[in-house]
C-alpha cells in the first residue's frame, strides 16, 4: 500500500512541476532527506500529511488518485473507425466520453436535447463503445487513453477539427486562446531539442488533467485542447509559389542570362 501511495504523490509532483529539491526547501528538510524518504517507499502519517501539505495537495486526493495513473494508449479496431467515419457527430460524441465528459455535460456544450443524446449513446453501446445504464449514464468499454489511427478512415475528420479549432484560435487570441505560429531556420539538432522539449511540456499538461479529473468536481472542470505541430518546413505544400503571371512560360524554356550579368547557378 505504501508504494502505491508514493506512486501517487510522485505522479502529483510531477503534475505540479515541484521537485524534490523545492519539496525540501518547503518542509525544511534537506534533499537528500525527501530522496531517502521516496527511496524507502515509507514515512510516519504525520511526515506524509507534511509533504502532501508541502506539495500543495489533500491527502484524500492522493488516495484517492493511487492506481489511476495515466496507462498504456488503446486502440480502435479498424472497422468501428470505418463506421465512425461515417457519423462524424457519433465519433465526436465518443471522443468527449472519452475525455472524461459526462453525457449531460456533452448535452450543455452541444444543446442537444435528451432525446438526441439518449439515441447517440444506445448508437454507441451497438458499436461496442460504451455500456448503457440507467437513464443517460454509460460506461466506456475502451481503456483510456485511445491512439487513433490518423491515417485511417478517420484522417479527414481530425483534420476538419483541427483546422477548426486553429481558426477559432486566431480569431480569440485575444482573450480566450493562444496561437503561436512562425518559421525559422535551424540546425536539425536544435530542433530535436525544441521537439522533446513540446513533447514534455505536452506529457506534463495531460498529467495535470489526469490529476485534476480525479480530484477536481465535474462543474469545476473546463475542456482545454492542445494542438501542436512541429516539422521541417514543406514550404511547397503549405505556401505554394508558382510562376510570375507575366512569366508562364518560364519552365518551357532555359531562361537566358540578362546582358552583362553572369548567368545564376543551378
Known amino acids: 500500500m505504501n508504494g502505491l501511495i508514493f506512486d501517487a504523490l510522485k505522479r502529483t509532483l510531477k503534475a505540479k512541476g515541484v521537485t524534490y529539491r523545492e519539496l525540501a526547501e518547503r518542509m525544511g528538510v534537506s534533499e537528500p532527506t525527501v530522496k531517502r524518504i521516496f527511496h524507502e517507499r515509507n514515512c510516519k502519517l504525520d511526515r506524509l500529511m507534511e509533504m502532501c501539505a508541502a506539495a500543495g495537495v489533500e491527502l484524500e486526493n492522493v488516495l484517492g488518485s493511487m492506481n489511476r495513473g495515466p496507462g498504456p494508449v488503446n486502440h480502435i479496431a479498424p ?5 465512425l467515419a461515417g457519423r462524424p457527430a457519433l465519433l465526436f460524441i465518443f471522443v468527449m466520453l472519452s475525455e472524461k465528459f459526462t453525457p449531460e455535460g456533452i448535452m450543455r456544450s452541444q444543446g442537444l436535447s435528451e432525446a438526441s443524446m439518449f439515441l447517440y449513446l444506445r448508437d454507441l453501446e ?3 463503445l460504451i455500456s448503457l445504464g440507467r437513464g443517460l449514464s454509460a460506461r466506456l468499454l475502451v481503456e483510456t487513453p485511445i491512439q487513433w489511427n490518423f ?3 478517420l484522417r479527414p475528420l481530425f483534420e476538419m477539427t483541427n483546422k477548426n479549432f486553429i481558426g477559432w484560435a486566431i480569431t480569440h487570441i ?3 486562446a493562444s496561437f ?3 518559421s525559422r531556420r535551424m540546425r536539425p539538432e536544435t530542433a530535436e531539442m525544441v521537439r522533446r522539449e513540446a513533447e514534455d511540456l505536452a506529457d506534463r499538461a495531460r498529467l495535470l488533467a489526469h490529476h485534476d479529473q480525479h480530484t477536481t468536481p465535474e462543474d469545476g472542470l473546463v475542456g482545454y485542447k492542445w ?3 512541429f516539422g521541417a518546413t514543406p514550404f511547397p505544400a503549405i505556401m505554394p509559389i508558382g510562376p510570375h503571371p507575366r512569366d508562364a512560360g518560364a519552365f518551357d524554356r532555359p531562361a537566358a542570362p540578362a546582358k552583362g550579368r553572369r548567368p545564376l547557378p543551378a
Open 180 to 182: 503561436v505560429s512562425f
Open 227 to 229: 494542438t501542436f505541430a
Open 126 to 128: 451497438e458499436l461496442g
Open 151 to 153: 491515417e485511417g478512415p
Open 79 to 83: 472497422e468501428i473507425e470505418r463506421r
Open 174 to 176: 485575444e482573450n480566450e
